[in-house]
């Protein structure tokens, strides 16, 4: 197979992000299907809660696939590139997924998945110029972040809400093995203030993204 050159690989860059913020998305795997008892109905608050809940979920979706996006761009390792792309795929299923159950919610995405979009592209980038060691333990870092974050979540979810949960709890298995596969890659441990840092941005993203 012919290799991009870099002009191609921007442009399928740009196109990878006008795609994700801006088109339905399929997944490669069908989403996790519960049994669902039908005497559990969700009230209109618990309705709510979840469809922000998953639109935060959804927020977090849409960075996984600009930075892993951008790590990849960013790689000249042609193995660390294919095992980014590879991630980014079972993250498009997860994006799938969590825009599917926001339909079902009657919920709808975040305003703001071109900004969010925007800033995980850079930050990832940034972090692939430093070096596959230190971008690897980007990748590290961030989905601890997130298996902690989806943890959370199905702690808040309401109980009679299985399809979702069960979406979050695949996801969570998911984001482990991403984790994982990076750390067996070669990832460094990050400094503790970038760590620091990199919590707060997604607090300020995940509490803006449930209401916005």
Partial sequence: ???LSRTDQVISSLHKALNTVFTAHSASRPAPKPVVDP????????????????????????????????QALGTRNEALKVQFE????????????????????????SWLNPLWYAGSFSLGLIAARIGDAASLGFVVETERQVEQ????????????????RAIVAQMREDEA????????AGATSLPAPVRWLMRGMAKVMTTTAHRI
């Fill in 177 to 184: 093995r991403h984790a994982a596969a990076a750390e067996h």
């Fill in 149 to 164: 974050h989806l943890l959370q979540h199905l702690d808040r979810l309401p109980v009679a809400d299985v399809e979702s």
């Fill in 1 to 3: 197979m012919r290799s």
């Fill in 39 to 70: 005497g559990l109905t969700l009230t209109p608050q618990e309705k709510a809660l979840s469809a922000s809940l998953m639109r935060v979920n959804h927020v977090g979706e849409v960075c996984a696939q600009a930075l892993y996006d951008s």
């Fill in 86 to 109: 590879h991630a980014a795929r079972e993250e498009a299923d997860h994006l799938a997924w969590t825009e599917a159950r926001l339909a079902e919610l009657n919920g709808r995405t």
